[in-house]
């Protein structure tokens, strides 16, 4: 069936009924209410009878063995009911099967300080704690390797962090060549060759991480949890446990923010889980704020080496990226970050040749992983900061030189990824217009500067995160003889709006209030799974499932209406509680009397839909990563001010258009689009996630510098420019109603924007960030002196990557495999050759239709 | 959650009460007894398990030592009130502040607006409403010293070894010194050494006023000259006209954010000029650089006979920086603070000039 | 197993919305402690329980505190408003409903606390302006909105405490009426369908 709105307005129609337009008008959350009255219950604020609470013990130290636990004391301590140590865990875990390095509780090394190594429960959280205190680990130290540098040099097998990978310390190595990028340097009218640096951060969700796990009858346990992924949270808990899945029941609590840093599983989950089931209690484990800052998963540092050859019209003719990222203790999603850093590059901007090198190492560090933008913001500095330099050298303008790289929409790129609509024009010029950027730029006085860049981000990832052929997302609609529908999904509502989303699609179809659409959400028991509230995906795959199943229930109904009515089903509406004629409005009833008449029919009324990414072209190992159904779009233009004598800078406002597709709820896409450029304005100009180390000689300690709300600097209110947001909707017929996403994109601009700003305003180019005033002064001084007007990294390590795989572009009449991996060789004839699910292509399946 | 430790909590209603529980069985050895005002200070010490206290006596229950006023006026006279005109008691025209008075009722008191803005402006510019709706004058002044390698919570300090300023042995902030370099962090205290104002302390054995520059001695660890058993009562600021000339006040902070964080840098200015605009007397105070509230006597010198010029502004400003030598131990790199010392104490006094007359 | 507590706890009543109840606790646990887990107010919320981020910030005599840095001890006497108290009975307040109307609400976690300063402030002075209330607000954290839906809720609900009952959010488009109009600004629109919101 088509579009409903569409089909609504189309020419002839015209209902009596103005029809109950739910998608693309603005409404209240389906989770307002309870979210200003104290009544949303998050984790923390479950409470059972007989509740004990658990602390966990973390280590001291960053790298160690562990020789002794002694918990007597502890056990011994007035409310202890009892004590877990790694040994009651044995069984690892990790979000990617090919990195089950984590466990619950360390068996017999530590890799980072934070790392946890034995649990306390008690009747009280405050015994508890006192408990926690008094368990005595003695540990045996080994180095600390806290850096990118001290990573790669120590290959040997006593050397290293983990005993999986790709050597040493090293956790992953990529090398990928798309097309020959050598014509194109050696026919450069310009090549640039830049190295710049992102430092670390985290996602500071305001909500510290909590759950409670609770016993029930026979050997079953529902496990409460502030998690973004209840999916891959139920598969780790039935591994660890050693328990069926069907026994266990995961229900994600409302989560108070997550931005990537609840999608792993946790030890403290799983921790709680096992206390729980031995105790025959219920356990609750609220983590203090310094265990979030250990739990991280957040942005991979990333030192970046780009090289890009452009022509004397700009076009960017080929490009060498070569990346490094610090991962921190254990894998988590590192595999697919890694390919991240690449995989994105051409989704912008037209790139015929693109060679991507990238190295993840292992150092005693919080573990990195997946933050907002996931490990795209990276290399999205890069390049946009590298694309005003040479806008400068050419003497373009930097909207221009970016008008003239546009990606066209509907193609397949040189890495393999098939593009959908491109909104990006009509974002740049959203953007340049609303800040008079043409007018503006390089005319500013000393001091003030305008700052333009774009990005792109995935409306969901096109593989999930292990092998199967399933649906990425499926809803299942109950409609009730009484009344209104019961709609059931695994999605997770992180803030985001997902439930908001899933209501509003399936009012849309059936033509029901809201008010109607009673949803069940992220329990494992009773909705379908869904896999989660990472990549971007929800909107687009839940909404498309929630489509099907709406629009399966829609035509049952409106069979069994048309009967009844005597009209013919396809001119039948469904608007406002109501079934109607659309060509004569007076014949109609209601929605609940359809309901009655399909269930006289066919039995009762419960319909299923289910969303499935379309087949990505690529082939090759690694083309798993990159492909979505489509992509989104963003443009911004920030203003800043710069104090040369200081160095600070003040944003003075943000300009930015997103290419949404099409806005399910204006008001909530502006909230996403409003808080990325918050977020990514954070890691511009306050925030980082670093370790701080002692003097060698006294001692191995590397700690974190920021452990708490103090040290870690989110910005306040006061520090928060204003945003003028523009919209840009142009459906694409990839997303539900043409929606694209609007949680990550618009993040991706805000920090090469605000550097290419500074260098508008006082003429140097702050190649890292976060962007420090000391670092302005630094450059400033340093073209004072002469020397080049910059600061950033000066070297980029050697990392022998391995053999490049050579994949044929499109362009090359390529098939999407690489021409010199035996496994591609191998897989044409055999299915399910090795590597992980993020490293293998698609098979073959349809999407949604 | 993190959570407070245990403790017994007394609550007395008096000054005298309180002092006779600081002065009771076991204060001071082992059982520390501790004072707690609006405890934004003491309560995450405790939590972080800094600090330690087995009596916690709360000064909030105590009738009449907030407030501010003149004088024999002032609400913050209290039980003590019989002893103000003694030796201790506020001078003519003094304008007194009760320690329990909270920051937020100091930032809008129109009195201090008018005479003493840079007083006003510095509590205005304490951490968050909310703090200042239950943060004291009387606690921002003996705020603990704070250090990146203290103010973290046990496990962390576990995992560097702890530092001297407990049971460690090095300054992790300078590991060849001998001393601990916790820096002092309240913003009121340089504010109140400019304008020379006084501090009343209180205990079992009576009660000394004493300039506030003698509160604080130049040590992390040690950082007040009040004894354990003194309960710091009330602030004693000079009348504004006290010294003749024309008082002008001001106060300038430097952190990253708007709010929250403290400062990385403060500068408190007072200069009292004559009718020809020359300065004949300048008290400069830097916070959040040293110990304690450090004196800029070199830039002072330099104020004192002439007028603030630009000039003169630029000679102050620089000699500033060279009195203060800010370690890494706050936000900001240190050598990066230590420069803004030039360019903040440059900024506090061009806004003497601006000052309404 | 010891069940004897060594823990000094003390009783007392305290005044929370308006309803007096007498609650037995620990003397060293805040407020934020006994309003969640002695009076089952679970509303209040916490972020770090250092005072860093104000995520429990509540009213004590209309003046917001931080629950994570006051004894409940201290509150006897005291009237302590959380957001529970916001609505009156099923009738939500003005901030309440122009955060739910607006999304200023997305996680929703930080959302009592800066509920709560943010009646504080318009109770004091209902007209005040922008500037006004981010220095009210700057004490409470959020992560998700960027503030901006926040600055727009206050504003909105400021307007309705004034009287202006008909007052609509700036872009009224947003929030309810049928057809997108386009930027209202002047100068420099953008073409195209675009619609643009400043704030």
């Known amino acids: 069936m088509a579009d409903p709105i569409r089909q609504l307005g189309a020419p002839g129609e015209a209902p009596a009924l103005r029809p109950g337009r739910v998608v693309g008008t603005p409404f209240r959350r389906v989770d307002g209410r309870a979210k200003v009255t104290g009544r949303t219950l998050f984790a923390d604020d479950l409470a059972f009878p007989r509740m004990a609470y658990l602390r966990l013990v973390r280590s001291t130290v960053p790298h160690a063995r562990i020789l002794r636990i002694d918990a007597a004391s502890a056990l011994a301590a007035p409310g202890v009911l009892t004590v877990l140590t790694g040994a009651d865990l044995p069984e690892p875990f990790g979000i990617m099967p090919v990195s089950q390095d984590e466990h619950a509780l360390c068996l017999d090394q530590v890799r980072f300080v ?66 020959d990028l050598e014509p194109g340097f050696a026919a450069a009218a310009l090549v640039l060759d830049d190295l710049f640096f992102y430092e670390g951060s985290t996602h500071l969700p305001l909500e510290q991480h909590a759950a409670v796990a609770v016993p029930e009858d026979e050997d079953r346990l529902t496990l409460y949890s502030s998690t973004q992924t209840p999916h891959y949270l139920h598969r780790a808990l039935a591994q660890v446990l050693g328990l069926s899945a069907g026994r266990i029941r995961v229900i994600a609590t409302p989560c108070g923010g997550g931005f990537g ?138 909207a221009e030189i970016r008008l003239r790289n546009l990606a066209p929409a509907a193609t397949v790129t040189a890495n393999w990824l098939r593009l959908g609509t491109n909104g990006l024009e009509r974002c740049i010029d959203a953007v340049v217009t609303g800040s008079r950027f043409r007018e503006r730029w390089g005319r500013l006085p000393h001091g003030r500067g305008l700052g333009l860049a774009c990005g792109a981000y995935l409306c969901g990832a096109g593989l999930p995160i292990y092998w199967n052929h399933l649906p990425q997302s499926a809803v299942t609609l109950l409609l009730d003889r009484s009344g209104g529908v019961t709609v059931a999904c695994g999605e997770s509502e992180i803030g985001q709006g997902s439930d908001s989303v899933l209501a509003a699609v399936v009012a849309e179809v059936l033509g029901l209030p809201l008010g109607d659409v009673r949803l069940s959400v992220a329990d494992t028991d009773l909705t379908p799974v869904d896999l989660g509230s990472y990549s971007s995906r929800v909107t687009l795959m839940v909404g498309q499932a929630a489509i099907e199943a709406a629009e399966k229930a829609r035509e049952l109904l409106a069979g069994a209406a048309a009967d009844q009515l005597d009209v013919p089903a396809a001119r039948l509406v469904f608007a406002e509680g109501r079934v109607l004629d659309a060509a004569d409005p007076e014949r109609s009833m209601t929605f609940t009397e359809a309901v009655w008449a399909a269930e006289a029919r066919h039995g009762l009324i419960a319909t299923a839909g289910s969303y499935t990414p379309p087949r990505a072209p690529g082939r090759y190992r690694g083309a798993g990563v990159g492909p979505s159904p489509t992509y989104s779009y963003t443009a911004a233009v920030i203003e800043v001010e710069v104090d040369p004598t200081t160095g600070l800078i003040d944003v003075e406002q943000v300009w930015i258009a997103h290419d949404i597709g099409r806005a399910i709820n204006p008001v909530l896409t502006l909230g996403q689009v409003e808080g990325s450029v918050y977020m990514g304005l954070g890691e511009a100009l306050y925030e980082e996630q670093v370790v701080r180390r002692l003097p060698r000689h006294r001692s191995g300690a590397s700690v974190l510098r920021a452990v708490s709300m103090l040290d870690y600097k989110s910005p306040t209110f006061l520090d928060m420019p204003t945003v003028e947001t523009y919209l840009i909707e142009e459906p694409d017929p990839a997303g539900p109603f043409g929606a694209k996403e609007v949680g990550q994109g618009p993040l991706l601009p805000i920090a090469p924007a605000v550097a290419n700003a500074v260098y508008d305003a006082v003429g140097v180019r702050i190649d890292e960030v ?41 362009a090359e009449g390529g098939d999407g495999t690489a021409i010199n991996d035996w496994r591609d060789r191998e897989r044409r004839g055999m299915r399910g050759a090795g590597g992980t699910m993020a490293e293998r292509s698609a098979e073959p399946r349809s999407g949604r239709r | 959650m993190l959570r407070l430790p245990p403790f017994t909590f007394r609550r007395p209603a008096t000054l005298d009460e309180a002092c006779a529980l600081l002065a009771g069985e076991g204060a001071g050895e082992g059982r520390p007894v501790r004072v707690v005002a609006g405890g934004t200070d003491l309560w995450p010490n405790l939590k972080r398990r800094q600090e330690e206290a087995a009596t916690v006596v709360s000064l909030m229950g105590i009738t009449g030592l907030d407030g501010i006023g003149n004088g024999g006026a002032n609400p913050g006279a209290g039980a003590h009130a019989g002893d103000r005109d003694g030796p ?55 705020l603990n010293t704070r250090c990146t390698y203290f103010g973290q919570s046990e496990d962390w300090r576990c995992s560097i070894d702890y530092c001297m300023k407990e049971k460690g042995e ?51 660890i040690e950082w007040l000259a009040k004894r354990p058993d003194e309960i710091l009562a009330e602030v004693l600021l000079p009348a504004a006209s006290a010294a003749g000339g024309r008082c002008r006040t001001a106060f300038r902070k430097l952190r990253r954010r708007g709010s929250i964080d403290f400062a990385a840098l403060t500068v408190a200015a007072a200069v009292w000029t004559g009718d020809s605009g020359v300065v004949e007397r300048a008290s400069l105070w830097l916070g959040s650089v040293a110990s304690s509230p450090l004196q800029a006597r070199d830039a002072e010198s330099s104020l004192v006979g002439r007028r603030l010029d630009p000039e003169t502004i630029a000679e102050a400003a620089r000699l500033c920086r060279r009195e203060a030598t800010p370690l890494d131990n706050a936000d900001f790199t240190a050598q990066w603070r230590s420069r803004m010392v030039e360019v903040w104490a440059a900024d506090a006094l061009r806004a003497l000039v601006r000052f309404p007359s | 197993m010891s069940v004897l507590s060594p823990v000094p706890v003390t009783t007392l009543p305290l005044l929370v919305n308006g309803e007096e109840r007498v609650v037995a606790f620990p003397v060293h646990h805040t407020l ?83 509920l709560m300063a943010a009646k504080a402030l318009l109770e004091e002075n209902p007209a005040a302006d922008e500037a006004a209330v981010k220095e009210a607000l700057a004490g409470n954290l959020c992560r998700c909105t960027g503030y901006h839906k926040i600055l727009q809720a206050v504003a909105w609900a400021g307007a309705i405490l004034r009287g202006e009952h008909d007052a609509r959010p700036e872009h009224e488009w947003l929030y309810g009426s049928p057809e997108p109009s386009s930027t209202d600004r002047g100068e420099a629109k953008p073409g195209g369908e675009e619609v643009g919101a400043r704030g």
């Open chain 1, 261 to 398: 840093g609840k999608s792993d599983p946790f030890s403290h989950e799983i921790v709680a889980a096992k206390a729980a089931l031995r105790l025959g209690r219920p356990v609750k484990v609220t983590l203090t704020r310094e265990e979030v800052f250990y739990c991280h998963r957040g942005r991979h540092p990333v030192l970046m080496r780009l090289r890009t050859a452009f022509d004397r019209s700009g076009a960017m003719r080929a490009q060498h990226l070569r990346t490094a990222l610090d991962g921190g203790a254990y894998g988590s999603y590192g595999v697919a970050s890694t390919y991240y850093t690449g995989a994105l590059q051409t989704t912008t901007y037209r790139l015929d040749a693109y060679r991507f090198d990238g190295v993840r190492v292992f150092t005693n560090k919080p573990p990195c992983g997946p933050k907002r933008g996931h490990g795209t913001p990276q290399p999205r500095f890069g390049l946009e900061i590298q694309l005003d330099k040479a806008a400068v050298e050419l003497g373009l303008d930097p």
């Open chain 3, 32 to 114: 934020l402690e006994v309003l969640r887990e002695e009076c089952g107010l679970t509303g209040t919320k916490h972020g770090c329980e250092l005072g860093e981020c104000g995520t429990c910030t509540v009213l004590v005599d209309g003046r917001p505190i931080l629950s994570c840095l006051a004894l409940a001890a201290e509150m006897e006497g005291r009237s302590i408003e959380t957001v529970e108290g916001l609505a009156r009975g099923s009738e939500l307040h003005p901030l309440q409903r122009t955060f739910a109307d607006l999304g200023a609400a997305q996680c929703g976690y930080c959302t009592p606390g800066i």
């Open chain 2, 88 to 142: 201790t008691g506020s001078a003519a025209g003094e304008l007194c502040i009760g320690a329990t008075t909270t920051l937020d009722r100091v930032a809008a008191s129109p009195v201090l607006r008018a005479s003493y803005p840079a007083l006003a402006d510095a509590a205005a510019g304490i951490s968050t409403v909310a703090l200042r709706n239950m943060g004291t004058l009387g606690g921002n002044l003996c």
């Open chain 1, 114 to 179: 934070g790392d946890p190594v034995a649990a306390v429960v008690a009747t009280s959280e405050d015994a508890a704690t006192e408990a926690a205190r008094a368990v005595v680990v003695e540990y045996e130290p080994l180095p600390t390797i806290a850096t990118i540098d001290e990573a790669l040099a120590t290959p040997h097998d006593d050397e290293r962090i983990h005993h999986h990978g790709d050597g040493g310390n090293v956790h992953k190595k990529v090398s990928l060549r798309f097309g």
């Open chain 1, 770 to 810: 976060p962007v420090l005033p000391h670092k302005v002064l630094a450059a400033l001084d340093a073209a004072k002196r002469g020397d080049p007007a910059r600061f950033g990294p000066k070297r980029f390590p050697e990392v022998d990557y391995g053999e490049t795989l050579i994949v044929p572009t499109p």
């Open chain 2, 170 to 220: 090095v300054c992790w902030v300078a590991p060849s010194s001998d001393r601990c370099w916790a820096i002092s962090a309240s913003d009121a205290a340089p504010v109140l050494a400019a304008l020379g104002a006084r501090v009343r302390l209180v205990s079992c054995a009576g009660e000394r006023a004493i300039p506030i520059a003698e509160l604080y001695r130049d040590d992390g």
